[in-house]
C-alpha cells in the first residue's frame, strides 16, 4: 500500500501521454502505441490469443492490452467491495504488472542494471514491465540485462506453493541444513537450466559446502597474497559467461588440488571466490562454524549396502532395547571405518 500513490501517478502519467484508456472494468494500458512490445523473448504475439494466455475481455482494443487499473466489480460482496481506493478512474486497485514498475522506479530509479524473474513471466509480465516503465518515463531500455530462472522440479513437479509441491526454509532446520547450503546448491546448476530439488541432492551439496569451509580453516592464518592471475582470469571468464556458477565452482575445486598454489594463494583463490558466491567462507558465523567442525554424517542410502544392513539392524535392536545386540552391530560398523553417534534424530554414521 505503500507505493499506491506511486502507482497511482504512474498511470496517470500513461494516461496523459495517450497510452491508456478506461473501460468499464478499468483503465487498459494500448500495446499498439508501443511498437516494441513483445520484444523480450521474441513474443509471437499473433499467438497470444485471448481465452489461452491472455485474458479474454470485448472491451480491450487489443488482446495483448492489459489492465493497469482494476475497477472494484458492481456485483462483487459488501465486504470485498470495501476493498480498493477511490480514483477518478472509480474504486478499485492497481493492476499487477504496474506494481513491479512503480516499486523499481521508486526504490532503484528509471532504469536497472538487471531483472531477474522465472521463465514464465518473460511473454506477459516481464514484457508488459518494458512497456509501461519505458513509455511513462521515457527511458530506455528500462533494464540492461534480463535473467530468467528456469524452474525447480521436485518430485518430478515444478515447486509451486499452489500445488503444495513445496519445500520451506524452515524445513533446514529439521533435516540438520545450514541456509548457504542451499545456496551451494541453487550455485551448481545453472540458473537458466532446470535443477531438481531432493533433500538427498542438498545434503550432497551441504556435504561439499562443509568441505570448502574446512579448507578454509586450514589456511585461515596464512597470509594474505594476490590471487593466482591464471584462476582470476579464469573465473570471471565463467563468471561473465551468463553468470556459469557451476563452472565457476569447478575451477575452485580444481585450484583445491593443484599442488601448485601454496596455501596462502588458496586461501587468497576462496576469498575470491566467496565475493560472488557469499557463502560464509571469509566469515562465518557461530552456527556455521559448528557445523563444519563436526563430521558430515551420511545419508543411509550412501552407505555400501552391506553398512546399510547393519543400521538397520541396530535400529532395530535400539528399539527393543536390545543394547547388547546394539554394541555387537556397533562394534560391526565401526570394524567397517564407520563411526556412529546416537541422537535424537537417530543414528549418525560418518566416515572414521
Known sequence: SDYVPAMIAMIKTLEEKGYAYQTPDGVYFDTSHFPSYGCLGGIDLAGLKEGARVAKNDAKRHPTDFAIWKSTPATTSKRAAKLGWDWRWGKGFPGWHIECSAMINGVLGKQIDIHTGGIE??????????AQSEAATGKQPFSRFWMHRAHIQMGGSKLAK????TAYLSDLAEHATHPLA???WF????YRTSSNFT?????GAQHAFIRL????????????VEVPAEFAVAFAERVNDDLDTPGALALVWDALKNDAYD???IKSILAHADRV????????DAALTDLFEKPAALMLSALPAEIQTLVGERAAARATKNWTESDRLRDAIVAAGYLVKDGASGQEITKA
Open 187 to 190: 550455485l551448481t546448476s545453472h
Open 277 to 284: 558466491f557469499a557463502i560464509g567462507l571469509t566469515n562465518p
Open 213 to 224: 569451509h574446512q579448507r578454509m580453516e586450514q589456511v585461515r592464518r596464512e597470509d594474505h
Open 162 to 165: 499452489s500445488t503444495g509441491n
Open 263 to 265: 596455501k596462502s594463494q
Open 121 to 130: 513471466h518473460v511473454a506477459i509480465h516481464h514484457n508488459n514491465e518494458i
Open 199 to 203: 533433500w538427498e541432492a542438498l545434503e
Open 182 to 184: 542451499l545456496r551451494y
